[in-house]
């Protein structure tokens, strides 16, 4: 196909200027097809195209030329530190009881807090340290929003921080011990990788999806002393929880733009461009006129993927069309969403010693959990489950599994916003549960609705706060 004046512009930057470039590139515009054209035009050159994720990059390997290494970043931050070749490889696999860890860090006989809440704490501020660009474990990395759960007077916060820093400082000195039996995760590398003084030898970093990319990988790829050609979609940052920054407003070089799509046509494009402005975009995606997309009802007679908020969201549909006898797919699998409702039930029914998921042993009693859960929407979708099936949910998380297709055919593919980035088909139907009110939700709902092809069918909801 010839390329579109937007992506010549492109491609002509690289060629004529010496400076850094981002692209920002609407839902479906090709952004991957242009990187390849500024390769393909540039081959005395060495690139690195950093991908996503391992799918992305597979598929990347297949289509580049050579003289662009295709890689991720855990990938290329993993062979930088020689994981595979030391003991760090093991730690990536060893099991650990969290009573281990709270009787290492001196935490077995505290008198005022539980001492799972605060491995908790400890977790979750050593896990910002290891995303954040910030070279040691600091105050700002710390959960207050948690700290401030347990309704402390000033003074008693400020000890449980000073505390829980000095905690985290130990923490962090287990995980990067090779010697000790406190895990790493891919996060835990990549941050030694940026501490060591990262360094990557080509003449241009092709960054992919750069909105999504969290301080210390953006850390490193800036640092380095080569030319950067960053592209990605500020309305597709949907990774906030993991510690993603929107990378592309903290970048400083010069911005070229994709706007028209080649996935799906204009019906489509309107729709995307209904949400954009909701979030003040000025400029325009443009659908492509040879693909006639429809907002109408899906044909149920052919494969069609529903995509929704929250895995609590998939189970009720799951649930929904195995009942109307349709062969049921989850997208990515459940992943740890069955072990979390069974836990949330245990909690329901005061049978605390019975919870596997360890974020759900810090809570006291039920009423505790739905009063936390209100600011996470996945646990508010859990409790809403537990609620709606009570003491027959354990049966229904059976029928959910026996649904389940064991194969590649399928009648309903269900999908949450997250887990359908990077994916199209032929017919979607956006759930019921998506949130139109925070910039974030309605990036995840731009995310589910521009993986339609053919045919889009909007939510009720969807439909009463946009107007269609």
Same mark, same amino acid.
């Given at each position: 196909?010839?390329?579109?004046?937007?992506?010549?512009? /492109?491609?002509?930057?690289?060629?004529?200027?010496?400076?850094?470039?981002?692209?920002?590139?609407?839902?479906?515009?090709?952004?991957?097809?242009?990187?390849?054209?500024?390769? *393909? &035009?540039?081959?005395?050159?060495?690139?690195? *195209?950093?991908?996503?994720?391992?799918?992305?990059? #597979?598929?990347?390997?297949?289509?580049?030329?050579?003289?662009?290494?295709?890689?991720?970043?855990?990938?290329?931050?993993?062979?930088?530190?020689?994981?595979?070749?030391?003991?760090?490889?093991?730690?990536?696999?060893?099991?650990?009881?969290?009573?281990?860890?709270?009787?290492?860090?001196?935490?077995?006989?505290?008198?005022?807090?539980?001492?799972?809440? /605060?491995?908790? #704490?400890?977790?979750?501020?050593?896990?910002?340290?290891?995303?954040?660009?910030?070279?040691?474990?600091?105050?700002?990395?710390?959960?207050?929003?948690?700290?401030?759960?347990?309704?402390?007077?000033?003074?008693?916060?400020?000890?449980?921080? !000073?505390?829980?820093? &000095?905690?985290?400082?130990?923490?962090?000195?287990?995980?990067?011990?090779?010697?000790?039996? %406190?895990?790493?995760?891919?996060?835990?590398?990549?941050?030694?990788?940026?501490?060591?003084?990262?360094?990557?030898?080509?003449?241009? /970093?092709?960054?992919?999806?750069?909105?999504?990319?969290?301080?210390?990988?953006?850390?490193?790829?800036?640092?380095?002393?080569?030319?950067?050609?960053?592209?990605?979609?500020?309305?597709? !940052?949907?990774?906030?929880?993991? =510690? @993603?920054?929107?990378?592309?407003?903290?970048?400083?070089?010069?911005?070229?733009? #994709?706007?028209?799509?080649?996935?799906? =046509?204009?019906? %489509?494009?309107?729709?995307?461009?209904?949400?954009?402005?909701?979030? =003040?975009?000025?400029?325009?995606? *443009?659908?492509?006129?040879?693909?006639?997309?429809?907002?109408?009802?899906?044909?149920?007679?052919?494969? $069609?993927?529903?995509?929704?908020?929250?895995?609590?969201?998939?189970?009720?549909?799951?649930?929904?069309?195995?009942?109307?006898?349709?062969?049921?797919?989850?997208?990515?699998?459940?992943?740890?969403?069955?072990?979390?409702?069974?836990?949330?039930?245990?909690? *329901?029914?005061?049978?605390?010693?019975?919870?596997?998921?360890?974020?759900?042993?810090? $809570?006291?009693?039920?009423?505790?959990?739905?009063?936390?859960?209100?600011? &996470?929407?996945?646990?508010?979708?859990?409790?809403?489950?537990?609620?709606?099936?009570?003491?027959?949910?354990?049966?229904? #998380?059976?029928?959910?599994?026996?649904?389940?297709?064991?194969?590649?055919? $399928?009648?309903?593919?269900?999908?949450?916003?997250?887990?359908? !980035?990077?994916?199209?088909?032929?017919?979607?139907?956006?759930?019921? &549960?998506?949130?139109?009110?925070?910039?974030?939700?309605?990036?995840?709902?731009?995310? @589910?609705?521009?993986?339609?092809?053919?045919?889009?069918?909007?939510?009720?909801?969807?439909?009463?706060?946009?107007?269609?």
């Amino acid at each position: 196909m010839k390329p579109t004046l937007e992506q010549e512009e /492109i491609v002509n930057f690289i060629k004529k200027q010496t400076g850094n470039l981002k692209i920002s590139a609407f839902a479906g515009t090709g952004k991957t097809s242009t990187l390849k054209l500024i390769a *393909y &035009d540039n081959p005395e050159k060495s690139f690195l *195209y950093l991908a996503y994720n391992k799918d992305i990059q #597979l598929a990347a390997v297949k289509s580049f030329p050579k003289n662009v290494l295709c890689t991720t970043y855990h990938a290329l931050a993993r062979r930088a530190m020689q994981i595979d070749n030391s003991r760090f490889k093991d730690k990536l696999n060893i099991k650990v009881r969290q009573s281990e860890i709270i009787n290492l860090l001196g935490l077995k006989n505290l008198k005022k807090y539980n001492p799972y809440l /605060i491995i908790s #704490l400890l977790k979750k501020t050593v896990s910002r340290f290891k995303t954040s660009s910030d070279k040691s474990i600091n105050m700002n990395h710390i959960d207050l929003e948690g700290i401030s759960d347990l309704t402390l007077i000033p003074s008693e916060q400020e000890e449980l921080c !000073k505390f829980i820093l &000095d905690k985290s400082l130990k923490l962090w000195f287990f995980e990067v011990d090779i010697n000790s039996d %406190v895990p790493i995760d891919h996060d835990t590398y990549v941050k030694m990788w940026q501490l060591s003084g990262a360094i990557i030898d080509v003449d241009f /970093i092709l960054f992919d999806e750069a909105q999504d990319a969290n301080p210390v990988v953006l850390d490193i790829v800036q640092s380095q002393n080569c030319r950067k050609i960053f592209v990605g979609d500020v309305h597709q !940052k949907i990774y906030a929880w993991r =510690g @993603a920054v929107n990378a592309m407003n903290e970048i400083d070089a010069d911005e070229l733009y #994709l706007t028209q799509s080649f996935r799906f =046509g204009t019906k %489509v494009a309107d729709i995307a461009n209904k949400v954009l402005s909701m979030k =003040g975009e000025k400029r325009r995606l *443009y659908g492509f006129e040879q693909i006639e997309s429809k907002i109408d009802n899906i044909d149920e007679s052919k494969p $069609f993927t529903c995509v929704c908020r929250t895995n609590a969201e998939v189970f009720l549909q799951a649930i929904y069309y195995a009942s109307r006898g349709k062969k049921i797919s989850i997208c990515g699998g459940v992943g740890d969403f069955l072990i979390r409702c069974r836990s949330a039930y245990y909690l *329901y029914t005061g049978k605390n010693n019975l919870i596997l998921y360890n974020e759900y042993k810090k $809570f006291y009693s039920w009423d505790d959990f739905v009063e936390k859960a209100r600011f &996470d929407a996945e646990s508010n979708s859990i409790c809403k489950i537990i609620k709606k099936y009570g003491h027959g949910i354990l049966h229904y #998380l059976e029928k959910f599994e026996s649904s389940l297709s064991k194969g590649n055919e $399928f009648d309903v593919l269900l999908c949450t916003a997250h887990k359908s !980035k990077g994916l199209e088909w032929d017919q979607v139907l956006i759930g019921e &549960d998506f949130n139109f009110k925070e910039d974030d939700e309605l990036n995840l709902i731009y995310v @589910a609705c521009t993986r339609a092809k053919n045919i889009l069918k909007l939510s009720e909801k969807f439909i009463k706060n946009i107007s269609v």
